[in-house]
């Protein structure tokens, strides 16, 4: 028996509450391994698998639960904090809004398996307003559900799992280095295309002070709001003249985005990552007159200039989905 295993026997319980909550906290150390083990001891009858999926599944309801009341104390500060320290701010809150908009609350559950997603969906309910009860039962499923995956695939192939970690074992300090290695080169181009992308369009912004100059002086430029459906539920305020429009509809519509006109991106995310996605995307698609707005919809907001209810349509140059106007109930 390996030194691993014969550790989890001995503290069993706490080493899979503190795993699993290192990992649903957002630490970038997985939980897996540990997970995979227990399920190994469990079918050789060395550890309870029962008492095992309630301490993980406790450890990552306990993880959410404090992610869900920060989130409803903060909202978005706390989302642009962690997209702030994300490998990938970009995508981290778009994809989990994505998917809390079109599953709800079982987006929650989902969450636990995709990467990112899982420490992203628990504040980003809290900021929704969604009910306590509510969330702790759909998250309590989605924790015993993804712990117990683990625990399953471990139980099934536990054999299988001893000869792997003996495998290791014998390669001795060398499988250490090498998986550190591979965590290195990882987080090394994960930071590279970000400060690649941020550099890319850097001067190119524009401030919230020179469009409202723009627009008081009678220029028509084609302002594009890329926040998600599920932030304009929340505010469905767009700067005036604005038209909605996803990072799927803006590389599905390029061509029916105007060329001799100024395009004004913007959105809430940290750094202006998301404008500047779909900046070079119109980019290389000829649409040089392309600028993120500095600040986004915040830098907006806090200016108190003028904003119009969401229009599910267009500006002038672009085809109307619709022309109706949504007004507030």
């Known amino acids: 028996m390996n030194d691993t295993l014969a550790f989890l026997i001995r503290h069993g319980t706490v080493v899979l509450i503190a795993a699993v909550f290192i990992e649903q906290i957002g630490a970038p150390l997985p939980a897996a391994p540990w997970l995979f083990a227990a399920g190994a001891l469990a079918a050789s009858g060395k550890m309870n698998g029962l008492l095992a999926l309630c301490a993980g599944g406790f450890a990552s309801l306990l993880a959410d639960t404090i992610w869900f009341y920060l989130g409803r104390r903060y909202g978005s500060h706390l989302l642009g904090l962690l997209c702030r320290i994300s490998l990938t701010p970009d995508s981290c809150v778009r994809r989990t809004q994505k998917v809390f908009t079109?599953?709800?609350?079982?987006?929650?559950?989902?969450?636990?398996?995709?990467?990112?997603?899982?420490?992203?969906?628990?504040?980003?309910?809290?900021?929704?307003?969604?009910?306590?009860?509510?969330?702790?039962?759909?998250?309590?499923?989605?924790?015993?559900?993804?712990?117990?995956?683990?625990?399953?695939?471990?139980?099934?192939?536990?054999?299988?799992?001893?000869?792997?970690?003996?495998?290791?074992?014998?390669?001795?300090?060398?499988?250490?280095?090498?998986?550190?290695?591979?965590?290195?080169?990882?987080?090394?181009?994960?930071?590279?295309?970000?400060?690649?992308?941020?550099?890319?369009?850097r001067v190119a912004r524009i401030t919230v002070d020179e469009?409202?100059?723009?627009?008081?002086?009678?220029?028509?430029?084609?302002?594009?709001?890329?926040?998600?459906?599920?932030?304009?539920?929340?505010?469905?305020?767009?700067?005036?003249?604005?038209?909605?429009?996803?990072?799927?509809?803006?590389?599905?519509?390029?061509?029916?985005?105007?060329?001799d006109r100024d395009i004004i991106l913007y959105c809430s995310c940290p750094n202006e990552v998301t404008s500047a996605r779909a900046a070079l995307v119109l980019r290389r698609s000829g649409i040089t007159r392309v600028r993120p707005l500095l600040g986004g919809m915040d830098a907006w907001r806090e200016r108190n200039y003028p904003t119009d209810l969401r229009v599910i349509g267009t500006t002038d140059g672009l085809p109307a989905h619709s022309a109706k106007l949504e007004h507030p109930s």
Not at 239 to 251: C, D, K, P, Q, S
Request: proline share 4%; net charge positive; aromatic share 10%.
């Open 102 to 201: 079109r599953y709800g609350m079982r987006g929650v559950v989902a969450a636990k398996f995709i990467p990112g997603l899982s420490t992203m969906a628990p504040p980003l309910a809290g900021s929704s307003g969604v009910g306590t009860s509510r969330f702790l039962l759909f998250d309590g499923i989605g924790s015993l559900f993804y712990v117990g995956c683990f625990l399953l695939v471990g139980f099934l192939f536990s054999h299988q799992l001893e000869q792997i970690v003996a495998a290791f074992a014998g390669l001795g300090g060398n499988a250490l280095g090498l998986v550190a290695a591979f965590a290195v080169v990882y987080i090394a181009w994960k930071y590279f295309q970000r400060r690649r992308l941020l550099c890319a369009l």
């Open 211 to 259: 469009l409202h100059h723009k627009l008081e002086a009678g220029e028509n430029p084609v302002i594009l709001d890329l926040r998600s459906l599920s932030e304009l539920d929340a505010n469905p305020a767009l700067i005036r003249g604005a038209l909605h429009m996803t990072m799927e509809e803006v590389e599905r519509r390029q061509q029916e985005i105007p060329r």
